[in-house]
Structure formats: structure tokens, C-alpha cells
């Protein structure tokens, strides 16, 4: 049985921009098509290579800038032949424009009660759905941010997976009761978790399978891995704003090789490894025992060189 892949691009507008009191079309361009390596520029990546991904998409900023920047974005994903499911930063409630962040609510969705949480979650499910997408059925909290209560809030709202279990970020803020190394799809507190993909890059230490967390050869390596194992899943995460820096003025020309290198390598690789959607409902092996890649000295501190060269350009440029 091919290992399935779930490509998940977290997409949202980016509280950092609305800290620093930028208008709403510069929060907006900033956080979806950043120096022109944002949303659009990840769908045409995707549609050049046939592959399949999620965007999770943040309806939250809506309550604070409207509804249509989130329309837009939806618009933009479904018309590309993607899928669009449910993320959530919880703060967004109590925001106000331009007040640079001084009101907020919780920024963690395990810091709500379950019975908030079911209302939270309900209301951006159906914002989201006013927003043009199709009644969602998967979800990532934001930050990870996810409790059982969490879990089964969503299963009492029909959800039928959760993908914010990143043992990388256990306990805290990702606080599902699974081990930290529980990186196959499981079933749990009602619906189907499907954990985020970790490495281990130095012994006890785990690194999560993020674009910008996981160097090139990394990447290949974890591919490779869950190959050669018959892993169940493998889930891939990026984000709208992460390939370009943090500012969103400029392509990050690190992330950019590793996103339209990840995309190639699952091209090659179609046969064994397969890009899904959520609401194609594949079918998963469930509980299976695979274990992260173990660590590589020499794969770990190329990646730190890289990373240490890309903040010294980064510097340079700024």
C-alpha cells in the first residue's frame, strides 16, 4: 500500500503584520502573496507537479477586517483544483483594527473551555463556509493549540479529522493525550488524527516536517524513510506567508528551493507516495507502530550552515 501524503499549507493573515498597525491591504498582500511567493505561486507550483494539498485556511481576521479578503483567498484555492479546510488563531475574537494587538482574546484554542470551544469552532466552520468554502471536515488549530476537548468538540460538530498533533510542540501547546512520537494516523476521541510528520535530528530530539524547519536533504530523507518502512501517512506542513521573510517584502530563497524541491521529489516518487486530500476520505492504515527518521550528525549541521547563511543574507538585506 503507497504512503499517503498530506500536504497542509496553513493560511491565514498574520498577526504580526496587524501588530504593526499596517493597513488592511498590506496585512493582506503581506500574509497571502508575499513578494510573490505566497498562495498563488504555491498553486502553480502544485498544478506544474500534479500534486494534491490542503490549504487550511484561518476564517478568524474576518471578525476583525471582513469577510472578503477570506473569500478571495478560498476563491482562489478551489478554483486551482485544491482543497480548503478549517485553521483557527482563537485571538482574532476580541481584535479590533488598528489597535496593534492591544485587545486580543486567548491565543490558544486549549485555553477555552470545551464549551467555548465547541462555539469557536463552530462559528469559524461557518464563516468559513460563508467565505465559499465547503463544509469542512478537517482541522488544524493554530500553534498546534489542541486538547482531547478539542477533539471532541470537533467530533461534536461532525469533523472528521484533526491534524494539529505535532509532538514536536507536546505538551504544550500541542496537547493531545497521544505519544510524542505518534506520527501514523490514529483513531482518537472520536475522529481521525493524522499527527504532523517528525524527525529526530539529534538524539531525544524531535524536529517537525515544516518547510521551514527541514533542509532539502532532510526532506528526502524523512520521504525515503517512510518509504522504505511502509509508512501510513506522511503530513507535510507550510504555511501561505513562509516562503518569503518575515517582513513578507522579500522571496526567502531557502524556502522557495525547498518547497519546489519537496514538490519534485513527490512527483518522482508518485507511485509510493500519494498526495491526498481530507475530503477524498482516503483510505488509512490506522495505529500502525512507524517511528520518525533517526538522527544524521552530518544531515543536522548542513542544515544549521544553511540556516546560519540564510539569516546572514537575511541581515545583509535588511
Request: with cysteine.
Amino acid at each position: 500500500m503507497a504512503t499517503r501524503v498530506f500536504i497542509t499549507i496553513d493560511t491565514e493573515l498574520m498577526w504580526r503584520h496587524h501588530v504593526a498597525g499596517l493597513d488592511m491591504a498590506t496585512i493582506v498582500q503581506r500574509s497571502l502573496e508575499p513578494a510573490g511567493v505566497g498562495v498563488g505561486w504555491q498553486l502553480a507550483q502544485l498544478k506544474r507537479h500534479n500534486l494534491k494539498a490542503c490549504f487550511f485556511v484561518d476564517p478568524m481576521p474576518a471578525l476583525v477586517y471582513g469577510l472578503d479578503p477570506i473569500k478571495r483567498v478560498v476563491g482562489a484555492i478551489l478554483e486551482a483544483g485544491q482543497e480548503v479546510q478549517l485553521h483557527v488563531h482563537p485571538n482574532w475574537t476580541g481584535a479590533h483594527a488598528g489597535d496593534k494587538g492591544a485587545t486580543h482574546g486567548p491565543f490558544e484554542l486549549i485555553d477555552y473551555s470545551f464549551d467555548e470551544q465547541v462555539g469557536l469552532l463552530r462559528g469559524a466552520s461557518d464563516m468559513l463556509v460563508a467565505a465559499g468554502a465547503p463544509e469542512p471536515i478537517a482541522f488544524r488549530s493554530g500553534s498546534y493549540s489542541a486538547s482531547d476537548d478539542t477533539l471532541g468538540a470537533l467530533a461534536q460538530l461532525g469533523f472528521e479529522y484533526d491534524s494539529s498533533h505535532n509532538g514536536s510542540e507536546h505538551p504544550w501547546p500541542s496537547a493531545i493525550s497521544l505519544p510524542v512520537t505518534q506520527i501514523a494516523p490514529i483513531g482518537h476521541r472520536g475522529l481521525i488524527e493524522v499527527p504532523v510528520t517528525l524527525i529526530e535530528d539529534q538524539k531525544g530530539h524531535l524536529r517537525h516536517f515544516q518547510i521551514c524547519a527541514l533542509s532539502v536533504g532532510e526532506m528526502q530523507a524523512a520521504l525515503d524513510h517512510a518509504v522504505k518502512h511502509d509508512h501510513a501517512a506522511v503530513t507535510v506542513v507550510s504555511h501561505g506567508f513562509e516562503l518569503a521573510n518575515r517582513a513578507g517584502t522579500r522571496p526567502n530563497a531557502v524556502h522557495v528551493k525547498r518547497f519546489e524541491a519537496l514538490c519534485a521529489m513527490l512527483a518522482n516518487r508518485r507511485g509510493v507516495l500519494v498526495t491526498e486530500f481530507f475530503g477524498d476520505r482516503p483510505k488509512l492504515a490506522l495505529g500502525r507502530d512507524d517511528k520518525p527518521l533517526g538522527p544524521n550528525t552530518l544531515r543536522t549541521r548542513l542544515r544549521q550552515a544553511e540556516q546560519l547563511w540564510s539569516n546572514w543574507v537575511e541581515e545583509r538585506a535588511a
